[in-house]
């Protein structure tokens, strides 16, 4: 895998209960990329594996000051952006995700998100399509690879201090700094309401609906989390 790609998983330690989970997945269908954790400790319910590294930022200050003094530490040039509930269950495709960090960087897009969801697209080539600038949806954290600097970009110029306002303001910042964006998909089911199944980055998107365990849209890919990590699912609550 290219020393250009890293994983970052943007978490905290009130998330701890599901970081066994994410890291088990990830050293098993994430092999060979580098990986760092945001995150305001590395002291939880269990430890940080030692392939992943930490990167610690103040939970005193708002959550865009404390992601921004994260990313700014990382030097890779694309990053996959995940959180701690974007739980694994498959083989990640690093070979073509490393093939479309080639498209973005060759046709001067700035992101590829790894789920089709709701978005206004147009087809590019193969399983890539061009998102709508214009689209409400434009911007999201979710499963994605994007250029480190123009991610760090867009929370730079955010004028937005909490994670709740710089989501759905990200695509107006987006607008504003001229950035063109991509979706990877493959032709998987769908999930839901809103997204599909990715072929290249297959997780579980999210297992952690507000505060609870996302039992109704993954209930075969769950049972086998809380199984294999003998996780109590009535500690957290299901929906």
Not at 1 to 10: G, H, L, V
Not at 82 to 100: A, C, G, P, R, W
Request: glycine content about 6%.
């Amino acid at each position: 895998m290219s020393e250009n790609i890293a994983i970052i998983i943007d978490t905290n330690s009130n998330y701890s209960d599901v970081w066994a989970p994410c890291f088990g997945r990830l050293e098993q269908f994430a092999k060979g990329i580098k990986k760092y954790i945001f995150t305001d400790t590395t002291s939880g319910i269990i430890e940080i594996p030692d392939n992943i590294i930490p990167i610690i930022y103040d939970n005193s200050e708002s959550y865009r000051n404390q992601f921004l003094s994260c990313i700014k530490q990382i030097e890779e040039e694309y990053i996959i952006y995940t959180s701690e509930d974007y739980i694994l269950f498959d083989d990640v495709d690093l070979k073509e995700i490393q093939n479309i960090c080639h498209v973005l960087r060759d046709n001067e897009y700035s992101f590829c998100k790894f789920i089709k969801g709701p978005e206004k697209v147009k087809h590019f080539k193969d399983n890539l399509f061009v998102i709508d600038e214009n689209d409400r949806n434009f911007f999201a954290q979710q499963a994605s690879v994007w250029n480190t600097r123009d991610f760090e970009r867009v929370f730079e110029t955010s004028p937005h201090q909490t994670r709740m306002q710089h989501e759905p303001g990200g695509s107006a910042v987006c607008r504003q700094l001229g950035l063109k964006g991509m979706q990877h998909y493959g032709g998987n089911k769908k999930r839901g309401v809103h997204h599909h199944d990715s072929t290249i980055y297959p997780c579980i998107a999210t297992a952690v609906v507000k505060g609870l365990w996302n039992i109704s849209e993954y209930p075969t890919e769950m049972a086998e989390v809380f199984r294999e990590f003998n996780i109590d699912v009535f500690e957290r609550g299901h929906r």
